[in-house]
Every structure is written in structure tokens, then in C-alpha cells.
């Protein structure tokens, strides 16, 4: 298994940059809410993460406020 925390870059659905987020990947599959670091605006992450600690898909969204 990885390390239990990684760094995946995102990009924002609102703005357009690419933003860092941290991922603990011993929690496994995850939905979580994230404000882009350059306009603030939420983004709905889906992060699928596989048995052996692999991220395997990333799904962003905007979040409904």
C-alpha cells in the first residue's frame, strides 16, 4: 500500500486553475467538498481509490451552494 496521504492536482470547474488537494487514500473512495486556492469557489471532488491504495479515477464538479 502507498503512503497514506497524497497530492493530487485538480482543476478548478469554475476558473480553470489547477489547484492541490490532499487526499488521504487509507480512507478509501471519497466524495469531499474543496475551495479552488485561486477564485474560492467549491468543487465537489470524487476521488475513487482502489484496494490497494491506488487513486484509479478523479471526478470534479461544481459544488451546488
Do not use: W
Request: glycine residues 6%; contains cysteine; aromatic residues 6%.
Amino acid at each position: 500500500m502507498a503512503a497514506p496521504l497524497e497530492y493530487l492536482d485538480v482543476q478548478c470547474p469554475y476558473c480553470g486553475e489547477t489547484f492541490a488537494v490532499e487526499v488521504d487514500i487509507s480512507a478509501g473512495t471519497q466524495q469531499t467538498i474543496e475551495d479552488c486556492r485561486v477564485c474560492c469557489a467549491p468543487a465537489e471532488l470524487y476521488i475513487r481509490i482502489d484496494e490497494e491504495g491506488n487513486i484509479v479515477d478523479v471526478q470534479v464538479s461544481g459544488a451546488n451552494t
